[in-house]
């Protein structure tokens, strides 16, 4: 008979797990189920989330293939199919950036490639869409899946379950004008009054103003200059805000693939966790010391630490972030960003923090829970902000709203803040106060938990409400098992974002999801899995935790 494996959600997370599965010399039964009608793009690349100016920020080439790379399905593609996707064949490119509802339309082909793998491989695959699922029951021998579609409630026994649920967006329009998330970007709009005060600076908070510019206006590239137009004669105000006023800096240039750290490495980590949890965060910052020093000794330098604590480099770091003006700062790193893209030159403090998350991403399961909030509070917006970058063409749209007054960046500092006052939102505490129409908090996913994803059964099953911690002494197999009370089944995976990111700050992108895909699979086909749980390359997604810059 064959085992039959539930995954919960079809986003590029659950594909990754499919690939890796239905290599399994086993016949296996897999059933998927979708909430929403569409397989494959999840929220982040869904045409029903996103427009076609919003362009996803990791290169081509970076993209772990399914079944093919995007470049060679780019290939594939009919002149027609490419008009519509609005990308001309002589630009498809292994660097290349493109829209995210392109990267929808690959993954959604690409899935059912696998599907059709699947089957000819002797597995069976069936995709509920539209099949929510309110709850995951353990039993003492599998479980019970509990959904709801269209035509009414249903269950299904699973022997196995993943649960790969992406993002967790609030009700969008809360009230008029006021939007608890930006997503679907193509429901964002403004009133009489065109302005918009955004809550956060990273890339959604980037998202939610190019889809208002491009709604309400019109950009135009000469090729040499980026430049913005409003549709009417009425004033348009759209003010980014965060805790530092910062945007991201342009895309960087690095060898692919890249090339390992020789001090802060895979092996060093091994030891300094066999050490021990007691002083963990500290014996990896002398590490990783080490290693900035000898890759960038001038960055080094031009940080002026006497200590290099989380708390240290934290300060130096955005100090001299904060010390440029914002907008001459932008325009220069974008410039600098395009000469070494041409000439294919790396910036070495870049790249070493780019790495150096990656192994910082083996050591968060195990830190004590007072390290791993400094490393949330200090450690993490370093990382997010030294390669969390965006493309070339997103930069300089931000800049051409900005020449044509429409774009301001304001700090709130400590002092600032948004109320909502006589119909309108005010920014205060500033000096002098705005009143904005519009107000759309753009922070990002935040952490949840079990209960928050809404399966009640499965968290009150699931012994541990640190499910990702790990011990020094006891160290799990790293395919994101749940431990579950004593005389209920175990084979149940969760690799659910909002559930990582507390153990995991760094899980979203797609390196990351073949990484847990490949992690789970291995798992569920085998007692163990010696996957290791950090991601194998450049988390393009984690900037959108976005702790506010």
Avoid at 185 to 198: Q, T, W, Y
Avoid at 508 to 516: E, I
Wanted: glycine letters at 8%; one cysteine or more.
């Amino acid at each position: 008979m064959s085992r039959k494996i539930a995954i919960i959600g079809s986003g590029p997370t659950a594909a990754y797990t499919l690939k890796y599965l239905i290599g399994s010399a086993e016949r296996l039964e897999i059933r998927i189920f979708e909430s929403g009608r569409r397989a494959g793009p999840g929220m982040p690349y869904s045409r029903r989330f996103n427009t076609p100016q919003v362009l996803a920020n990791i290169a081509s080439i970076e993209i772990p293939p399914l079944t093919r790379t995007l470049v060679d399905w780019l290939d594939s593609l009919s002149d027609s199919r490419l008009d519509t996707l609005r990308i001309a064949r002589a630009d498809i490119a292994e660097r290349g950036f493109y829209p995210r509802v392109v990267l929808g339309d690959y993954f959604a082909d690409e899935f059912e490639a696998l599907c059709r793998r699947a089957e000819w491989a002797g597995h069976g695959v069936s995709v509920l869409t539209e099949h929510r699922v309110a709850d995951i029951v353990p039993l003492k021998t599998g479980f019970r899946i509990v959904s709801q579609s269209p035509q009414g409630g249903s269950r299904w026994r699973a022997d196995a379950v993943v649960v790969a649920t992406g993002h967790r967006q609030k009700a969008t329009q809360e009230a008029p004008y006021l939007y608890r998330s930006p997503y679907p970007l193509k429901k964002l709009a403004l009133g009489e009054v065109r302005s918009a005060a955004i809550i956060g600076s990273s890339l959604s908070g980037i998202d939610a103003a190019l889809t208002l510019a491009a709604r309400y206006g019109r950009f135009e590239d000469s090729g040499s200059r980026m430049t913005y137009a409003p549709l009417s004669d009425r004033p348009l105000r759209i003010v980014l805000t965060s805790r530092k006023g910062l945007l991201p800096e342009a895309d960087f240039y690095y060898p692919i693939p890249e090339e390992p750290l020789d001090i802060f490495s895979e092996a060093a980590i091994e030891k300094l966790v066999a050490a021990g949890k007691t002083g963990l965060l500290s014996r990896a910052m002398r590490l990783f010391r080490a290693q900035l020093l000898q890759d960038d000794p001038a960055f080094f330098a031009e940080l002026g630490l006497t200590r290099f604590t989380p708390e240290g480099l934290h300060r130096a770091y955005f100090a001299r972030r904060e010390r440029s003006d914002l907008f001459v700062a932008t325009q220069a790193n974008l410039a600098e960003a395009r000469r070494n893209h041409r000439a294919r030159r790396t910036v070495m403090w870049r790249y070493t923090l780019m790495r150096a998350h990656e192994m910082f991403s083996l050591v968060l399961p195990y830190l004590t829970d007072k390290d791993l909030r400094r490393f949330h509070e200090t450690l993490k917006p370093v990382f997010a902000d030294a390669y969390g970058c965006v493309p070339h063409a997103s930069i300089a749209k931000l800049l051409a709203l900005r020449r044509s007054g429409v774009l301001a960046v304001v700090a709130l500092g400590d002092r600032g803040r948004l109320v909502r006052r006589d119909g309108a939102f005010c920014l205060e505490g500033l000096g002098k106060e705005e009143r904005f129409e519009t107000l759309i908090d753009a922070r990002g996913q935040q952490a949840m938990t079990l209960h928050d994803l809404g399966f009640a059964s499965l968290a009150e099953a699931v012994e541990d409400g640190d499910p990702y911690r790990q011990s020094p002494r006891s160290r799990s197999d790293g395919d994101f098992r749940l431990n579950l009370k004593p005389g209920l089944s175990g084979q149940i995976y969760c690799v659910s974002l909002p559930l990582l990111l507390r153990r995991h700050p760094f899980a979203q992108g797609l390196v990351s999801s073949d990484s847990f895909g490949k992690a789970v699979a291995e798992g569920l086909l085998r007692s163990g899995s010696s996957v290791r749980l950090g991601p194998r390359g450049r988390s393009r997604m984690a900037q959108e935790s976005r702790i506010p810059a």
